[in-house]
């Protein structure tokens, strides 16, 4: 569970980063470039110093070189200009202040206090009778311990005694804090010595409490340990008068084991600000002029003459390469642009992940451009031994390059897939010397591969759209040969006979590779859509045996959204398979939703509203837990997450209000998580969810009846915002509420009329029929409230609607 949750925040982190994109941007243009950059031609012989120089070499031009001395010195000059840094520690004298202070002052209160009742020994023994008769000579021993915590020193038992029986006075602790301001008023270093080695600088002292410095130049005035200690008895004097012997001994040896360094060597610091200022110091370069000799015939190689040949050596082989490869870049990026923009625009392609697609298209084009790069290598270093009439160019037209753009149009349609395809037969042609021959054979290939490939439903799609594009590949590397003029016997019909298997192997290829990505990217064709539109699916078995009516409602939802998803621009065939599976989760707790009651009490009745509202809004967990297990793609997953979006559960509302209170009763709490339908097919199952579980409530399902409950329907559901973030236009509702006109009339179309007589003991209806004894509140719409009754139960418009007249021709 948590790689899960690790994974989610992963996935929501790179769907949710801009910056995502510009990372894989700079991926690709770097592998374009590392494998296509123009290979360098050695101009010049690679000298080594003292080899002999073969012949004279003069500049032809101007050129610049670094001179190593001049720059080594400056940048050594500078480093050396550098002061040490010392670190001082003004807050070392308040603490040990601090600390002795406190331990003297809790050891007191503890002597003056003249029992034990405040302070317990840690490891005294357990005593009989009351506090008062616990000894203080204890207790004080019991505290010895913390006592040289405190201090941060350890005591001997002479020590300790000495100072329990001058009761821990406060003036003890005075003049050792005294003496202690006394050394540490001059400082303490660590290395005095090393200190000292920079007397003639000086250094630089960095307050640590006050985040200051400044440079110190008097640095015999800082004590050293060993001298410090020593220098204890000398301040001491003074202050300890008139204190016997042991005592006076007592505070002297305190102090020298008290006392700590507070100014110390930062040696990161130092060398951190020496590689600045030899960072700061410019390159130094002195110009070779045209004309001038570098190299004279019969000379020994210098290390300067060797400088300044690399320098000439490098310009020269850069001055034709950088040129070519910052143009063929710049297409590249213009390439780029151009799908870019058109995956941003297409409407086609789920919005959820952005970044998802990018890294898709990208990955692709990664691959596509490796393998030109591969078999291009591998094409010109085939052995020559091939037979003559075998020519390694007729290879080239047996590269599948074609299968890329179809392997995209599997999944972004094919406006995107022509791009894309436009984009790797450039990368292509690039790997072949830029040959612009290669370039047409190659675009035309994917452009048609894609378009033949673009409503595949079936696996032997991949191989009739292979088998044609076969055929003109064939056509095309005739019409190439013609154009080339390369038409010479066999050579040639090898080059069609390579053409042909390079489509068939595309369509095959795309064949293995559509799997691949649909696992790896969450992508789901249209192959893989039917095969979860087929009703035998374990899962949809499952639902049709323990929640039969759940089962029937979502084949209605499947019809209902296929019709209205080929108005509107939707995939029909996803749409049908998110309506099928959207209630997947009520499997778990069919008994708790109406349409799989048969004649039984209604489980709700004798439930709070609360815990009947947390029963419905679980089904859309337990529905993406579900599709989770059965491995069902993201965008079912996503449909059924989103189809209540944060629709609110009106009939349990109302119920808690009725029973708690306006007040007691946070609307939000019966409002499903969400999030809202944010793509159009997700958008239709939830009209159509609605409109289905609401129709079956009608008493009398005439035309006219359906046609105001899908208006009024779908306005309450426009107008509660959950429409939001779907591309779903008003045009496209009109649409989608006269298909579910259609449909729902033809599900509820009108029945025989019989005679008026009722049954025997049954109660008569207004129409003639049988009155429903039950009565209203025990239809559907009791236990679906958010799918029934709270939009069902009101078909009158007030004409204040903008959506008024839905589904009216």
Request: glycine share 8%.
């Amino acid at each position: 569970m948590a790689k899960d949750k690790r994974f989610d925040k992963f996935k929501e982190w790179f769907a949710n980063t801009e910056s995502i994109r510009w990372i894989i941007l700079f991926v690709v243009v770097a592998t374009f470039v590392m494998l296509f950059y123009p290979a360098p031609e050695n101009f010049l012989k690679n000298y080594a110093v003292g080899d002999v120089a073969e012949r004279d070499i003069k500049a032809p031009r101007n050129f610049l070189i670094e001179d190593r001395d001049v720059t080594s010195k400056n940048k050594s000059k500078a480093v050396e200009g550098v002061l040490t840094v010392y670190d001082y520690n003004a807050a070392l004298l308040p603490r040990l202040t601090k600390n002795t202070r406190e331990a003297f002052a809790s050891l007191r209160a503890l002597m003056e206090q003249g029992a034990v009742d405040a302070v317990e020994a840690p490891n005294g023994p357990e005593r009989p009778g009351s506090a008062e008769t616990f000894d203080v000579h204890e207790a004080v021993w019991g505290q010895k311990e913390q006592f040289e915590k405190k201090l941060g020193i350890a005591l001997s038992s002479g020590a300790y005694s000495i100072l329990e029986k001058e009761r821990f006075a406060s003036e003890i602790a005075e003049r050792i804090t005294a003496i202690l301001a006394e050394i540490y008023q001059n400082g303490v270093v660590a290395d005095k010595e090393g200190l000292l080695r920079e007397s003639e600088q000086g250094i630089v002292l960095r307050n640590l409490s006050y985040k200051n410095e400044k440079m110190e130049t008097n640095l015999k005035r800082f004590y050293g340990l060993d001298q410090a200690k020593t220098m204890v008895r000398v301040h001491g004097d003074p202050l300890l008068k008139g204190l016997n012997y042991n005592l006076k001994n007592l505070i002297v040896d305190f102090c020298q084991r008290l006392i700590q360094p507070n100014i110390t060597l930062n040696r990161s610091e130092t060398e951190e600000r020496k590689g600045l200022a030899a960072e700061g110091i410019k390159t130094v370069f002195f110009e070779v002029k045209a004309g001038e000799m570098i190299l004279r015939e019969g000379e020994r190689v210098t290390d300067l003459q060797l400088q300044k040949l690399h320098k000439l050596q490098k310009d020269m082989e850069n001055e034709k390469s950088y040129i070519v490869s910052v143009g063929s870049t710049a297409i590249f990026l213009v390439f780029l642009l151009v799908l870019y923009l058109l995956v941003e625009d297409n409407r086609n392609i789920a919005t959820g992940n952005r970044n998802k697609n990018i890294l898709f298209l990208a990955s692709v084009l990664v691959l596509f451009i490796v393998l030109g790069k591969v078999t291009e290598s591998i094409i010109e270093t085939m052995p020559r031994e091939l037979p003559h009439f075998l020519e390694s160019s007729s290879i080239v037209f047996g590269i599948p390059i074609a299968s890329a753009a179809m392997a995209v149009c599997l999944f972004m349609g094919v406006e995107v897939a022509v791009a894309f395809g436009m984009l790797v037969s450039f990368c292509a042609a690039v790997a072949y010397d830029g040959r612009f021959d290669l370039f047409v054979y190659f675009f035309l290939g994917s452009a048609m591969g894609a378009y033949w490939i673009r409503d595949c439903r079936e696996r032997k799609v991949f191989a009739k759209a292979g088998l044609r594009l076969g055929l003109l590949n064939t056509v095309l590397a005739g019409a190439i040969g013609l154009y080339m003029g390369g038409i010479s016997g066999l050579s040639f019909l090898w080059d069609l006979a390579f053409a042909f298997l390079g489509g068939l192997g595309a369509g095959v290829f795309t064949a293995g590779l559509a799997p691949l990505f649909e696992t790896l990217f969450g992508y789901a064709t249209d192959v893989t859509l039917l095969e979860l539109a087929n009703l035998e699916q374990p899962i949809l078995r499952k639902l049709m045996i323990e929640a039969p009516g759940t089962y029937h409602h979502s084949v209605v939802i499947g019809s209902l959204v296929e019709a209205a998803a080929a108005e509107i621009g939707a995939n029909p065939l996803l749409a049908k398979v998110c309506g099928y599976f959207h209630d997947i989760g009520k499997v778990k707790k069919p008994l708790y939703f109406i349409e799989n009651q048969r004649r039984s009490k209604n489980l709700h009745d004798k439930l709070a509203p609360s815990m009947s509202r947390r029963i419905l809004i679980a089904h859309v967990k337990d529905g993406v837990e579900v599709a989770a297990e059965n491995k069902l793609p993201k965008v079912v997953l996503d449909a059924i997450q989103q189809h209540h979006g944060t629709s609110l559960i009106r009939f349990f509302y109302d119920k808690a209000v009725k029973l708690q209170g306006d007040k007691s009763v946070k609307e939000e709490d019966y409002r499903y998580p969400g999030p809202k339908p944010s793509t159009k097919e997700a958008g239709l199952v939830m009209l159509a969810d609605v409109c289905e579980a609401a129709s079956r409530t009608l008493e009398n399902p005439t035309p006219a009846r359906i046609q105001g409950l899908v208006q009024n329907l779908i306005n309450k559901i426009f107008s509660d915002g959950q429409l939001d973030d779907c591309e779903i236009t008003l045009r496209d509702l009109h649409k989608i509420a006269k298909n579910f006109n259609k449909i729902l009339n033809g599900i509820h179309h009108h029945r025989i009329e019989y005679s008026d007589t009722p049954a025997p003991g049954g109660a008569k209806s207004k129409n003639g029929g049988p009155k429903n004894e039950k009565g209203k509140n025990d239809g559907p719409d009791n236990q679906q409230p958010n799918e029934k009754k709270d939009i069902a139960g009101e078909n009158s418009d007030d004409g204040s609607s903008p959506l008024k007249r839905l589904g009216i021709s």
